[in-house]
């Protein structure tokens, strides 16, 4: 079920957005706007009930789109999100065994990571690619471009507080593959059905490459 992603996670959309389903009867219209507006990867967030079957309703019906699994926060969670189909994962931080379970995983990760100090672990696993979270709290674009220079091999996905206004700034920067958000699928419009709205915002954002 977890087939191999022909290339980087960060170099699929310029976003990735971040989606808390309330329902998994959402995620398949819901990925599909994504797609119809350009947008061609998705992460559902692991911090309600409905994600794991939301993750394997758009395996099942929306292949078009990459579909990986978010809020992992512990060891535990890797193995189930694979076994529903997740293609990559993501976690907000980075603790040893959560890092050592995703590093031994089949599909490729985005550990959290706001100091050099968890920076350096995830490299030392070998992954160069990682979520810089919560990135506008955190430090900024400044604090990204400051880690450039010691961290010449990371690339980095900001997430946290990125919005179709400060975007381009960050996709700007030579260490970030791609941002990550959650603006382009309000809660609003998700549990509304407002799926021609989220197309929109998703076509706007795909514009930002
Ligand atoms: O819980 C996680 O693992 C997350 O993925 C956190 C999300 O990335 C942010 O909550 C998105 O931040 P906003 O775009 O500012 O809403």
Known sequence: MSAQLAGSVLDISPV?????????????????????????I????????????????IRAEVPEITVGAGTVTGAAQVGE?????????????????LLDAMAACPVPYLAGTST?????????????EMKFFPAEAS??????????GPLPHARFCPTGGISAQNAPR???????????????TPADAVTAGDWQRIERLAAEAAQLG
Do not use: K
């Open 16 to 40: 990735i957005p971040v989606v808390v389903l309330g329902d998994a009867g959402e995620a398949a219209p819901l990925a599909g706007a994504l797609a119809r507006g350009g947008i061609g």
């Open 42 to 57: 998705v992460e559902v967030t692991l911090r309600s009930p409905a994600a794991l079957e939301g993750v394997r309703r």
């Open 81 to 97: 999100a694979v076994d529903a189909g997740a293609q990559f994962l993501v976690s907000p931080g980075s603790t040893p065994a």
């Open 116 to 128: 050099v100090s968890e920076m350096l672990e995830v490299l030392d696993r070998g992954a160069t």
């Open 139 to 148: 430090g900024g674009l400044d604090y990204l471009m400051s880690v450039a």
């Open 170 to 184: 960050y996709l700007a920067a030579a260490n970030v593959g791609c941002v990550g958000g959650s603006w382009l």
